[in-house]
């Protein structure tokens, strides 16, 4: 049993005459922002499930670090662990922290905001190219 | 480019250069959608089948190792998701008696497709292609139209070479009882 390709002319003839549609013109444009935008979701999956490892990690390493605690070492949390307590004299202090916790939070939203802004430029240049 | 060329970009891709993908599209977008354009039928639809291909690859892309070319691996993809998609809508079934290849005679099988020059034959074979079912016409178009070798169809389509071989050889005579019992 042997398929020659070439001898078989005719069949050859009526697919390579059959005509059909092109595809749209901007169509290799749209799909490569459909690949970006794929990339970007990876990311953000990632992202997700790395900070929920973490989460998921941390919660286990502190209930285990209470378990030993209180069941190994018989560590007693009430005398050990003090409560805070508020005073006039010390709320000067507090809004020393709360203006610095607020810079902080400003910075690194502006640190996200020109990040996000300077990825942009640079994906839509390469696009581009 | 070559198949070692390929599978540099394809690594660099996978390390982050996300830009190098567009070579792959711009080299093969038009093979792929002409493949499924002929087993979807709809402009639309195989528009939309040729972008999930891509997407496909891209994400499996990490898997490529270079055995074959892109395109052969490409094709895979094209050949699975084109399937599923006339399975999942209604195709127009024609029924036929495969006992009535093996009364086909391959000497009139050879005789008939040699010939390229008559017109009617042209038109009756158009007709008898479009009464093929999807996996047939995609054998067809790889072999015939993409110039794909058997070992690459039979990789493409999850067949042994052997299969494929036996596949062609009773699709020619399919072809041939169709155009002779049109009527």
Redesign the interface.
Known sequence: ?K?N?Q????????????V?????PN??E???Q???K??KRKKKRNFIFMICSISAVSVGLIVLAFYLLKHFLSFNFAVHIQIPSFSLDSISQYYFDIYIAVLILVLISLDHLFRNIWYKKKYEG??G? | MDNQEEFQIIQRICEGE??L??IF??RY??AI??LI??IVAS?EDA?EL??DV??KA??KLDTFHGKSGFLTWIYRIAYNTAISATRKTRQEIYYFDESMIDKVSEQHV?Q?????E?EA??HK??LS?DKLNPEEKML??L???K?EK?NDIASIMSLSSDNV??K??RL?KK?YFLITNED
């Open positions: 049993m398929i390709m001898r078989d002319k005719a069949i050859l003839k009526a697919l390579n005459e059959d059909f549609p092109s595809l749209s169509f290799n749209r799909a490569m459909l690949i970006f794929e990339v390469s696009v190219q | 996300i830009n993908y567009s599209l711009h977008s038009n959608y002409s354009v002929r402009k528009e040729t972008q891509f997407l891209f994400k050879d008939l497709f040699e010939n390229d008559n034959l042209h074979l158009q292609m067809l178009l072999h015939y139209s110039g058997l071989k036996i062609l050889y020619r072809l």
